[in-house]
């Protein structure tokens, strides 16, 4: 059972992905320090820290680009092993990086199903309706606009196109979903239409990690704030109760009173 910010016992049942002492280290220098992480269904959890901090391996290791060195991995209370990104997808753990690996040659119905194409017939061909419909189904869910689905993704702008790259996520029947800095780069409309997508997969049930700089999208769209400084997982914020000063005062080390430390979990 896991504890939360008052030091309460946590009644939200098991956590849909947890990470139990996990270590990583690449050569001399130890980028992951005995690192607990957890996060439930229907929950947004940010991940922040300064650069340096173990963000983007400790996502690296759950999305399976990395191997951990020692440490256990569950999903749903059952330990797994993630040696490959294949390991994680099986297990229904799917990454959004910043790149958003999408063709942009292709239109919108070939980049959901990019790999993954629906065929038909004894000579197996691409199932275009199917693809086509199932596409604009998941699409009405999230409500991600887009002029159509037949559309060039370079033709889409930053916003749309992230959507999309998360869209896939759904489409590919996530349980979990790491979103790694979704609003860097986009300006305010956009932002906006990314926000409320993630705030849609939350309430489908998933459980969303987000890394991000902006403590504002941040603390918009997420029930918790996990901070890591130099590779050890260092506090724990309730967004309701909590401030950004507080979680900046986390990722810099600097002490702060203790008045000040409102909905804050210490894990150093």
Known sequence: MVANASGQPDLRGEPRLRL??????????????NVDFEVYPGEVVGLVGDNGA?????????????????GSIY???HKITITSPQDATRQGIETVYQDLALCDNLDVVNNMYLGRET???????????????????????????IPSVRVPVAQLSGGQRQSIAVAKTVLREARVVLLDEPTAALGVAQTRQVLNLIKRLREQGLAVVVISHNLADVFEVVDRVIVLRLGKRVATFDVKSATSANVVAAI?????????????????
Do not use: C, W
């Open 119 to 145: 065929t038909v017939g004894p000579i197996p061909v691409m199932n275009e309706i199917e693809m086509e419909h199932r596409t604009i189904e998941i699409l009405k869910t999230l409500n991600v606009k």
């Open 20 to 33: 139990q002492g996990i270590n990583k280290s690449f050569g001399a220098v130890q980028a992951l320090r």
């Open 75 to 77: 999903m749903d209370g």
């Open 252 to 268: 810099t080390g600097a002490e702060f009173e203790a008045g000040e430390n409102a909905g804050m979990e210490v894990n150093a």
């Open 54 to 70: 173990g963000k983007s391996t400790l996502i690296k290791t759950i999305s399976g680009a990395y191997t951990v060195d020692s």
